[in-house]
């Protein structure tokens, strides 16, 4: 007789859990609501984002604040998208930035590989590339290292090279909770 009731008790539990989508829509070993996970990359990009304006301004005279800016704003306008689109339960305000994260997990893996080819092959482009970006810096950090400049060029590169991989594999995670997040939504206007 208890094993029926606890039968009819899972059955019922089945049944709400058809009709519950949230339940197939978690991450993080199911621990976590994927509509909580979008709403830590939106701070998380937030928070990026604010930085990055802040060192913009402080540095403003050592960058190109036409390029720069563009992508700030871009960057704002996605995440603002994003956040509009969670609020609001709307898939399709949190396209823009899934579209602008592929091209930045694209342009993280260039940058990845363009590194990576410096480590591999010291006398190429990308070496001499970061060998210009260090300019006087070189034998500082060879001293630093006690090693030779070449040494030094090869280390910063593959530490740019994981650096740039690290992000890609960030974003990748952005992009699949937004895109998860967006299936959510969809599905509880499926209802």
């Known amino acids: 007789m208890d094993s029926s009731l606890e ?20 991450f993080c070993c199911k621990s976590l609501e994927i509509k909580k996970g979008a709403y830590a990359v939106a701070v998380v990009c ?14 403003s ?28 339960q709307n898939a399709a305000f949190l396209q823009p930035f899934t579209v ?8 993280c893996l260039l940058l990845s590989f363009f590194y990576l080819s410096a480590v591999i092959d010291p006398s190429s482009y990308a070496a001499e590339q970061v ?17 030779t400049p070449q040494t030094a060029i090869i280390t910063v590169a593959a530490i740019g090279s994981l650096g740039y991989a690290c992000l890609v594999f960030l974003h990748s995670w952005f992009v699949f909770i937004v895109v998860r997040t967006a299936q959510y939504f969809r599905a509880l206007t499926s209802l």
């Open 131 to 147: 060998e210009i970006g260090l300019a006087d810096k070189v034998q500082h950090f060879a001293d630093v290292l006690n090693t």
């Open 61 to 88: 005279e050592e960058v190109e604040w036409n390029w720069q800016l563009l992508f700030l704003v871009s960057d704002s306008i996605a995440v603002i998208s994003l956040f509009y689109g969670i609020v609001r």
């Open 46 to 59: 937030t928070c990026i984002i604010i930085s990055n304006l802040c060192m913009r301004a402080i540095k």
């Open 7 to 26: 039968d009819v008790e899972g059955n019922i539990e089945k049944c709400e859990s058809r009709n519950d989508p949230s339940s197939e829509y978690r």
């Open 100 to 107: 602008l994260s592929i091209v930045t997990v694209s342009f």
